[in-house]
T-cell receptor, first 114, second 110 residues
Framework: KAGVTQTPRYLIKTRGQQVTLSCSPISGHRSVSWYQQTPGQGLQFLFE???????NKGNFPGRFSGRQFSNSRSEMNVSTLELGDSALYLCASSLPMGVHNEQFFGPGTRLTVL | DAKTTQPPSMDCAEGRAANLPCNHSTISGNEYVYWYRQIHSQGPQYIIH???NNETNEMASLIITEDRKSSTLILPHATLRDTAVYYCTLRTNTGNQFYFGTGTSLTVIP
């Protein structure tokens, strides 16, 4: 079974620009979560999507948004990039609620904001 | 506010048991304890989870105290490949919202 894939793997942007990251979950997984990882803050939850609806949201500003498509693929968008948005962005997929919710993580997208 | 607290780093001799502690004193009755690990430059990998009973699988054992305010992950025979950052995290049964924190960096020494 193919794992979680994320594209692109590396990205360089400048302040003020916007960026869109993509995540393809494991086949059959309908829940997709996004995390931001930085050396100082560790791994922080951004949001979770299930059946095309945002089900949970972390404590991030509105510049961070996401969506999920009918095939469970998900995208996250960051607008008006700031230097502090430089991070590894991880996507994780899992089965719907009611079963053991092991999250399977992708390799991440490394975003650098200059 | 951090839901879990872990020591920032630990060392363990190869072949010995690695015991990684985690405090979660504000855990709610419907929150599960999950452990993940992250090897440099890879996404986190699931290890084990539990609610209130001790659990064991092929990778590790999880010991949860009776009051559920702390837990210990045990790697019975640590190898060099177990060198990683280990995260203790909580999840409610109402969604996939995990609070990871900054984890424990485990170094297995030859």
């Amino acid at each position: 079974k193919a794992g979680v894939t994320q594209t692109p793997r590396y990205l360089i942007k400048t302040r003020g620009q916007q960026v869109t990251l993509s995540c393809s979950p494991i086949s059959g997984h309908r829940s997709v979560s996004w995390y931001q990882q930085t050396p100082g803050q560790g791994l922080q939850f951004l949001f979770e999507y299930f059946s095309e609806t945002q089900r949970n949201k972390g404590n991030f500003p509105g510049r961070f948004s996401g969506r999920q498509f009918s095939n469970s693929r998900s995208e996250m968008n960051v607008s008006t990039l700031e230097l502090g948005d430089s991070a590894l962005y991880l996507c994780a997929s899992s089965l719907p609620m009611g079963v053991h919710n092991e999250q399977f993580f992708g390799p991440g997208t490394r975003l650098t904001v200059l | 506010d951090a839901k879990t607290t872990q020591p920032p780093s630990m060392d363990c001799a190869e072949g010995r048991a690695a015991n990684l502690p985690c405090n979660h004193s504000t855990i709610s009755g419907n929150e599960y304890v999950y452990w993940y690990r992250q090897i440099h430059s890879q996404g986190p990998q699931y290890i084990i989870h539990g609610l209130k009973n001790n659990e064991t699988n092929e990778m590790a054992s999880l010991i949860i105290t009776e009051d559920r305010k702390s837990s210990t992950l045990i790697l019975p025979h640590a190898t060099l490949r177990d060198t990683a950052v280990y995260y203790c995290t909580l999840r409610t049964n109402t969604g996939n919202q995990f609070y990871f924190g900054t984890g424990t960096s485990l170094t297995v020494i030859p």
